[in-house]
């Protein structure tokens, strides 16, 4: 087997310092933008259309399509909704189009758009990812979304896991993917008790969302994978 | 005692997300620069003046200053001597000022000017540094000096190891932080077989240098700490 690369960037920020053309791009925001887009995909929503900008989004607002903003963790005034995975029921998106803007995770898909192909991962779709990565040719980045350009651990800790499940696969990984695995590696038994340590899960504390934090992660619920086509999220077929 | 913030920079070119005005900055670039510069400070060197560019340092070449350059692990062509810890041994390098580049390290000190003082880790001192960071009021951001503004292992890791030792001092640590407290844990007794996995070890390999990198790897070598005074690196008092 030809030996492919398996690389992290662990900011957007980062992003330049890799050439993404061939490679394929998986993007990574677990609290909560990714999370929700991988189970609003598996609920049967037909499209995500992730937008930059708060105005973006409503300019969509004469369409039938459902709008979801998130700015700093909470929903913009306004909106139906934000980014709670409980907002991405089968009830609520199925069959429906969602235009979608947050702070961190829509950023991080804009700036891929470039990338052979841009994948959605999140913990509920993590062996479905790993699965389908290793029998692609490409080599592959994993691109964490942070918080505003900083580094977060729950997306470094998501990357090293999907990195840990590629680890015998014949890649190649630099050094941000061996730091994320072995990350994963320390933590997996106790995703929730490690991830109280970080600056966001106190954040989301204080929004009173802890039973979104709960469902983002959940390992494998889901085997849908969001993959952009054109401006959309669509399900991989 | 008031709370303090430990940060972790993992790479320059996430630096102006932080702000350093009140902030100690450590710079960090463990194969080799910063560890080449404890070592020689260490053994008397009056100052170490990092510049950016080989140019600069080319035109200190009318002074009796020792000239050293680096670009990607070589000594530049035409220059007394690079980044290896053997070139600045107190033979060398006692009394004499030194003019030195590097592809990474002399990069991030520049980078850091604005901060309130800009100190100089490695292995080599790595618990005088903790000791003395531990009395100060101030935040502390490590930053790590990485390969080409990307992340690697052993400055993430040295980072780590500070990290810990300053882990139940009053510091609020965020998730780069912990990210590489974690790391460190993970590696600490075996910090030579852990970077065996890196890029820049394998690089380093090729060039030979292997000697270099067990010396940079010594624990508790010497007590110096150099410190940013105006354009040169001096003895902390």
């Known amino acids: 087997m030809q030996q492919k690369n398996l690389e992290v960037c662990l900011s957007p920020a980062l992003l330049h310092l890799y050439d993404i053309k061939d490679s394929i791009v998986v993007v990574i925001d677990i609290f909560r933008a990714t999370s929700s887009m991988c189970y609003g995909i598996a609920n049967g929503a037909e499209a995500i259309i992730p937008v930059a900008s708060v105005e973006a989004c409503h300019s969509y607002r004469d369409t039938d399509y459902l709008l979801a903003a998130e700015r700093n963790g909470e929903v913009v005034e306004g909106f139906d909704f934000g980014n709670s995975p409980f907002s991405y029921t089968a009830e609520k998106v199925s069959g429906r189009t969602i235009v979608l803007t947050t702070t961190n ?3 991080a898909i804009n700036e891929s758009r470039e990338a052979q192909k841009v994948l959605i991962g999140s913990f ?3 062996s479905a990812l790993s699965t389908w990565l290793k029998n692609q040719p ?9 918080w505003k350009n ?12 999907l990195a840990y499940q590629l680890q015998n696969e014949g890649y190649k990984f630099d050094d941000s993917a061996i730091l ?3 990350l994963y590696h320390t933590a997996q038994y106790d995703l929730d008790g490690f991830l109280k340590k970080t600056s966001h899960s106190e954040r989301l504390k ?11 992660l959940q390992v494998d619920l889901i085997d849908a994978i969001p ?3 054109g401006d959309r999220l669509v399900k991989l077929a």
């Open 105 to 107: 995770g829509t950023h």
């Open 124 to 126: 509920l779709n993590l």
């Open 138 to 146: 490409n080599d592959v980045l994993l691109l964490c979304a942070g």
């Open 150 to 161: 900083k580094v977060n651990l729950e997306d470094s800790l998501f990357a090293g896991a």
């Open 180 to 182: 994320a695995a072995d």
């Open 206 to 216: 204080e929004l009173k969302i802890e039973a979104d934090i709960a469902f983002c």
């Open 227 to 229: 993959v952009l086509d």
